[in-house]
């Protein structure tokens, strides 16, 4: 597997807290992908990026944000949680347009 | 805009049966294709994948698939199940901007 690690694996936030979910590689790959996983929806790409400081948004985008000042860590911020972004969040990477590598994920609970 | 569609949400087949995911995607210009498996509990690994030349891909576990460029599909195959094969499969699609799209998802439950 990629060198991929998200922290934390597990949180549990209250609402209208902020969080920040990181993502660390050490396979040197252009390109970092944010998704959510729920029942019913499969994975939905919240953020991606395709280089440093170069992000663009994804299919729910909204109430997230994303930084990428270096190469090896991809950002996510809630910047207000809310009780609809408790989630399973999985980051991945990839060297192109080619096949991505995920990490372990991240499950967020907000209550 | 890119999208993809797996038709199938929930698949329950006994052992040795043949299995088919419809996977159909939606975007005006080059992709590669792909079929990811998530076992219960990790993360998602790479079945196969597509990006040009002969249109059957052959993957690991005796996974196939078939991309018709006519049809905007790429359906997944495999001649006999086992109760192992028992996963959530996803299909997704990169555009050559690295948007990496996923379809919803088939859950396959394997009956031994």
């Known amino acids: 597997d990629a060198g991929i690690t998200q922290s934390p694996r597990h949180k549990v936030t209250e609402t209208g807290t902020p969080v920040t979910l990181r993502c660390h590689q050490t396979e040197n790959h252009r390109y970092m992908y944010w998704y959510r996983q729920d029942p019913g929806h499969g994975l939905r790409l919240i953020h991606y990026s395709y280089g440093v400081k170069d992000t663009d948004k994804g299919e729910v985008s909204d109430g997230y944000s994303v930084s990428r000042s270096k190469t090896e860590d991809f950002l996510l911020t809630l910047e207000s949680a809310t009780s609809s972004q408790t989630s399973v969040y999985f980051c991945?990477?990839?060297?192109?347009?080619?096949?991505?590598?995920f990490g372990q994920g991240t499950r967020l609970t907000v209550v | 805009a890119q999208s993809v569609s797996q038709h199938n949400h929930h698949v329950i087949l006994s052992e040795a049966a043949s299995l088919e995911l419809g996977c159909n995607y939606s975007?005006?210009?080059?992709?590669?294709l792909f079929w990811y498996v998530q076992y219960p509990g990790q993360h998602l690994q790479l079945l196969l994948k597509y990006f040009s030349g002969d249109p059957l891909v052959k993957g690991i576990k005796g996974f196939e698939a078939e991309f018709i460029k006519s049809k905007f599909s790429f359906n997944l195959r495999k001649p006999s199940v086992q109760w192992s094969d028992t996963a959530e499969y996803f299909c997704a699609v990169v555009n050559q901007g690295g948007k990496l799209i996923f379809g919803q998802g088939t859950e396959l439950s394997v009956k031994p």
């Open positions: 975007y005006g210009g080059t992709v590669n």
């Open positions: 991945a990477t990839g060297a192109s347009n080619t096949e991505a590598f």
